[in-house]
């Protein structure tokens, strides 16, 4: 299921090019500074899910703020129901290139198949939302804890190919181990769509098991954009 597949988004204004280019000008002279700069999507410990807004598509996953491991993180659960969290903030991606967070899932969704309707369920996903000038071209990269695709692989959501489903992770191997990411989201953009991205518009996550009625559980860490990877 496309995060966005339901009217829970406004649509958006394209930014002007001039726009555009100054901002990239800004992104490269960061860069040549030698310059960190991190935008903080979420804080869960100092500011619980402020900012967050439940988007409820088929049942309802359950979102809690709890300590593990020494620290405060979200933990979803899920059962036939699919819901999500969404941060909707404005930034460039040519100046906040590097997505990092991290993520535990309890086992990946059995019956989850990523290029079936009936299957398309996952335990853990994190999705960057891009908005188009009218609602159906707004994109959305989607990346999944993937039940049997190949960590590494790409492919359209299986109800829209304006979202792309890349596998982070997958199978059940590292489930109980929290595991920390980043993401080079220009660059993952250009490949998946063949384009430069323009601005992008909010930040979700989502522990989905509408399509196959079965349970998921997941835990997410802090989420940072960056101008700089790691």
């Keep these: 299921m496309i995060f966005n597949r339901t009217k829970s988004f406004q649509t958006f204004r394209l930014r002007r090019k001039s726009l555009t280019l100054f901002l990239a000008f800004i992104a490269v002279s960061t860069a040549a500074n030698g310059r960190t700069e991190d935008l903080a999507v979420s804080r869960f410990e100092l500011e619980g899910l402020s900012g967050w807004t439940q988007k409820i598509f088929k049942g309802q996953t359950y979102y809690r703020l709890q300590e593990d491991d020494g620290r405060v993180v979200v933990q979803a659960t899920s059962h036939a129901a699919a819901s999500g969290l969404v941060r909707e903030m404005k930034f460039s991606p040519a100046v906040y290139r590097y997505l990092r967070w991290s993520w535990k899932i309890k086992d990946t969704i059995?019956?989850?198949?990523?290029?079936?309707?009936?299957?398309?369920?996952?335990?853990?996903?994190?999705?960057?939302?891009?908005?188009?000038?009218?609602?159906?071209?707004?994109?959305?990269?989607?990346?999944?804890?993937?039940?049997?695709?190949?960590?590494?692989?790409?492919?359209?959501?299986?109800?829209?190919?304006?979202?792309?489903m890349v596998a982070v992770q997958s199978g059940p191997a590292l489930a109980g181990q929290w595991i920390n990411e980043e993401r080079n989201i220009w660059a993952d953009y250009k490949v998946l769509f063949g384009e430069e991205p323009e601005e992008a518009a909010a930040i979700a996550i989502m522990t989905d098991t509408d399509d196959t009625g079965m349970s998921a559980v997941a835990w997410y860490g802090d989420i940072v954009l960056s101008t700089s990877p790691r």
């Design 110 to 164: 059995k019956d989850g198949t990523e290029n079936t309707k009936a299957g398309d369920d996952y335990a853990a996903r994190l999705y960057v939302v891009f908005p188009g000038r009218f609602f159906w071209q707004t994109r959305a990269i989607n990346y999944i804890w993937a039940n049997h695709l190949p960590k590494g692989k790409s492919i359209p959501n299986a109800y829209t190919g304006q979202a792309m």
